[in-house]
């Protein structure tokens, strides 16, 4: 069945029920100097390009790749549309490898006609913090499809990561593969619920009318907690050992550090938005919430082009109820214009979702390991980790 997946170290379906097996590496590392020296084989026509990010007219050839080839909904009716400076800000945290962003080319017009990235992460399993890579952004044109292009991609991010000396990697999807570590499923909350319904992204409930509606999603104007406030780069040494104590009770998390903290929740325009909450009495920041922006595009609709949707990041409470904290930012959200908020059912979001009125969606989300066990399939809530 998974003629590819079968030959790598990931978890195998077969093995699911196997207790004796151990956690931890499923191949050892080997000495850099045995990690295969030249590129994969592609297909005659098509030949490797590492992608410079920092580039105006590189970022636009992958953007438009993306946008164009990239994820959409079960029903084709939504494509995710990462913006250009979404992929330049997810592709460059501190210690970024350019090799590991990597194209593929038609040879005879330089067309980009398929994309893998990878960056390094630490990530903490259980007690094991291991250098990873993050692999995303994994796309072939839509042309190009099911001629096993994707397996040597991945055959060739894997060796770049490789000659790093890095031999575990995290990644997402929406399919299932062998085998997932944990399966989370999204769930919405409605923003703009007219223009919602409008692109078909959700329906008017039964016995509900258009003005009931626009009732039951309606929010303040402000954020309610006193001392929420926009992030600033002073509050970075906080806000990460806030994260980092939160981190600690889940099985798989990031190790973030202050640089981490800077460079992924610092507030960038259009890109990440984070708030924390400032005590008015002593000044200490005791809560933080953050969320991206992945706008989607709407496929074949006359009149709406985008969907401007915001997800959940990471988010910590110690004073602010969680619910509240994440009130505030359906309020802020709401006011900077973006039509849904998403969320995962990951850490502690159980908790705020259905109080919060999100409803269930349609997608799920399934998190792998390349090259590290678990020996049991992990609950949604004892997952730490938000890839973009
Ligand atoms: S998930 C988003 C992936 N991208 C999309 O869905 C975009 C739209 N689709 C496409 O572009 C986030 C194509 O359909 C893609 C597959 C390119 C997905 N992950 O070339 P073939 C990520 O980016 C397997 C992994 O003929 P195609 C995470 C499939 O099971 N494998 O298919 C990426 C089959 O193998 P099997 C996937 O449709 C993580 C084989 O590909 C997959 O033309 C990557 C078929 O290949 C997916 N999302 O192209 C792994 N989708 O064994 C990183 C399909 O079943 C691993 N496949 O026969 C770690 C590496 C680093 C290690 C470091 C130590
Ligand atoms: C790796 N970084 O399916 C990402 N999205 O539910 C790659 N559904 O938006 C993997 N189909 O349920 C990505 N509306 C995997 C996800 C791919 C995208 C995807 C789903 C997630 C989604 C929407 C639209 C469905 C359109 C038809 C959906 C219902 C919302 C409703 C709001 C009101 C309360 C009930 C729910």
Same mark, same amino acid.
């Given at each position: 069945?998974?003629?590819?997946?079968?030959?790598?170290?990931?978890?195998?379906?077969?093995?699911?029920?196997?207790?004796?097996?151990?956690?931890?590496?499923?191949?050892?590392?080997?000495?850099?100097?045995?990690? %295969?020296?030249?590129?994969?084989?592609?297909?005659?026509?098509?030949?490797?390009?590492?992608?410079?990010?920092?580039?105006?007219?590189?970022? +636009?050839?992958?953007?438009?790749?993306?946008?164009?080839?990239?994820?959409?909904?079960?029903?084709?009716?939504?494509?995710?549309?990462?913006?250009?400076?979404?992929?330049?800000?997810?592709?460059?945290?501190?210690?970024?490898?350019?090799?590991?962003?990597?194209?593929?080319?038609?040879?005879? @017009?330089? %067309?980009?006609?398929? =994309?893998?990235?990878?960056? #390094?992460?630490?990530?903490?399993?259980?007690?094991?913090?291991?250098?990873? +890579?993050?692999?995303? =952004?994994?796309?072939?044109?839509?042309?190009?499809?099911?001629? *096993?292009?994707?397996?040597?991609?991945?055959?060739?991010?894997?060796? *770049?990561?490789?000659?790093?000396?890095?031999?575990?990697?995290?990644?997402?999807?929406?399919?299932?593969?062998?085998?997932?570590?944990?399966?989370?499923?999204?769930?919405?909350?409605?923003?703009?619920?007219?223009?919602?319904?409008?692109?078909?992204? @959700? *329906?008017?409930?039964?016995?509900?009318?258009?003005?009931?509606?626009?009732?039951?999603?309606?929010?303040?104007?402000?954020?309610?907690? #006193?001392?929420?406030? %926009?992030?600033?780069?002073? &509050?970075?040494?906080?806000?990460?050992?806030?994260?980092?104590?939160?981190?600690?009770?889940?099985?798989?998390?990031? &190790?973030? &550090?202050?640089?981490?903290?800077?460079?992924?929740?610092?507030?960038?325009?259009?890109?990440?938005?984070?708030?924390?909450?400032?005590? #008015?009495?002593?000044?200490?920041?005791?809560? =933080?919430?953050?969320?991206?922006?992945?706008? @989607?595009?709407?496929?074949?609709?006359?009149?709406?082009?985008?969907?401007?949707?915001?997800?959940?990041?990471?988010?910590?409470?110690? %004073?602010?109820?969680?619910?509240?904290?994440?009130?505030?930012?359906?309020?802020? +959200?709401?006011?900077?214009?973006?039509?849904?908020?998403?969320?995962? &059912?990951?850490?502690?979001?159980?908790?705020?979702?259905?109080?919060?009125?999100?409803?269930?969606?349609?997608?799920?989300?399934?998190?792998?390991?390349?090259?590290? *066990?678990?020996?049991?399939?992990?609950?949604? @809530?004892?997952?730490?980790?938000?890839?973009?």
């Amino acid at each position: 069945r998974h003629k590819f997946w079968e030959t790598q170290p990931v978890g195998q379906f077969k093995d699911l029920n196997d207790t004796s097996m151990p956690e931890g590496p499923i191949e050892p590392p080997t000495a850099i100097s045995e990690v %295969k020296q030249e590129p994969y084989n592609l297909p005659n026509l098509y030949e490797w390009v590492t992608c410079d990010m920092n580039s105006e007219d590189t970022c +636009a050839e992958v953007y438009n790749l993306l946008s164009n080839n990239y994820v959409e909904d079960d029903e084709n009716m939504f494509r995710f549309n990462y913006s250009k400076e979404f992929l330049r800000w997810a592709l460059h945290p501190p210690g970024y490898y350019k090799t590991w962003h990597i194209g593929v080319c038609v040879k005879s @017009s330089k %067309k980009l006609v398929a =994309f893998i990235t990878g960056i #390094p992460a630490r990530i903490r399993v259980r007690s094991d913090v291991v250098s990873m +890579a993050e692999v995303n =952004f994994l796309c072939v044109h839509k042309k190009l499809r099911s001629k *096993r292009l994707a397996p040597v991609m991945i055959k060739e991010v894997t060796r *770049r990561v490789h000659l790093e000396n890095i031999w575990q990697a995290a990644y997402t999807a929406g399919v299932v593969l062998p085998t997932p570590i944990t399966s989370c499923q999204y769930w919405h909350r409605s923003l703009n619920p007219k223009k919602l319904i409008d692109v078909g992204f @959700s *329906r008017l409930g039964p016995r509900m009318t258009m003005s009931r509606t626009l009732k039951l999603y309606k929010l303040p104007d402000l954020p309610v907690t #006193p001392g929420f406030r %926009k992030m600033e780069l002073r &509050d970075v040494p906080a806000v990460t050992r806030l994260l980092r104590a939160y981190l600690m009770q889940f099985v798989v998390a990031p &190790d973030l &550090d202050e640089l981490d903290v800077e460079h992924w929740v610092l507030p960038k325009e259009g890109v990440v938005d984070s708030y924390v909450v400032e005590s #008015p009495e002593n000044h200490t920041i005791t809560d =933080f919430c953050s969320f991206y922006t992945l706008p @989607s595009s709407i496929l074949g609709h006359p009149t709406h082009s985008i969907l401007k949707a915001a997800y959940s990041y990471y988010n910590v409470s110690t %004073k602010t109820p969680l619910v509240q904290l994440m009130n505030d930012a359906l309020i802020v +959200a709401k006011q900077k214009g973006f039509d849904v908020f998403n969320a995962l &059912d990951v850490m502690h979001n159980e908790s705020f979702l259905k109080e919060l009125k999100y409803g269930p969606g349609d997608g799920k989300l399934h998190y792998y390991l390349y090259n590290y *066990r678990i020996k049991n399939i992990l609950r949604p @809530s004892e997952l730490g980790l938000v890839l973009l």
